[in-house]
């Protein structure tokens, strides 16, 4: 069995595209809600830092294996998981782990759009690429474009997008469908 980690930084289209490729091929799985869960479990804050840091705790615990662990029973058995939005190389080693082939795919964005996203969605902190890239986690994720399966600029609208996986992702995925 394989899975497909989806990968960015805040603001890239994550989990849009995570939507997307799990509406064709599998079953997205959140990493955000499974370290909400566990906050919420251990009596911790939901907010956005809170969320951060104890989600890089978790991905770099036992070398990424316990939070993989712990996105593996996330996900449903006999479908392919589409892990949206992991932010360490850590936690996509530790996967290997529990799957045969962990396919990465890295949304990257221009910095202008990249800023203007970020500005919308009201982040008033790390509003630029600049300030996000001095936060630990996103720094990190930057770090996993340069061993991802894929690439793709996600600069313009949900058509694009939705065509950028249709042609360059899917044929991909379905490969390693056909090789199970």
């Known amino acids: 069995m394989f899975a497909v980690a989806v990968c960015g930084l805040s603001g890239s289209g994550k989990s849009t595209t995570a939507k997307l490729i799990a509406n064709r ?9 499974v370290i909400r869960d566990y906050c919420r479990r251990v009596g911790l804050s939901v907010d956005r830092k809170t969320l951060q840091s104890t989600g890089e705790v978790l991905a770099r615990e036992n070398n990424g294996r316990a939070f993989a662990e712990m996105l593996y029973f996330k996900a449903t058995p006999d479908k392919v998981p589409i892990f ?14 529990f799957y045969s082939r962990v396919f990465i795919v890295y949304v990257d964005v221009e910095p202008h759009i990249l800023n203007m996203r970020l500005i ?6 790390n509003n630029t690429l600049a300030a996000l ?21 996600n600069n313009s609208g949900m058509s694009d997008l939705d065509h950028l996986i249709e042609i360059v992702i899917l044929p991909k995925i379905n490969n390693l469908l056909d090789k199970r």
């Open 84 to 97: 949206d939005g992991i932010r360490l190389i850590e936690t996509i080693e530790g996967l290997k782990g």
């Open 120 to 125: 919308q969605r009201g982040d008033a902190v």
């Open 25 to 33: 091929v599998g079953e997205r799985v959140s990493v955000s809600d």
């Open 133 to 153: 890239m001095l936060v630990p986690i996103e720094a990190a994720a930057s770090k996993i474009a340069d061993i991802a399966d894929v690439v793709i600029s």
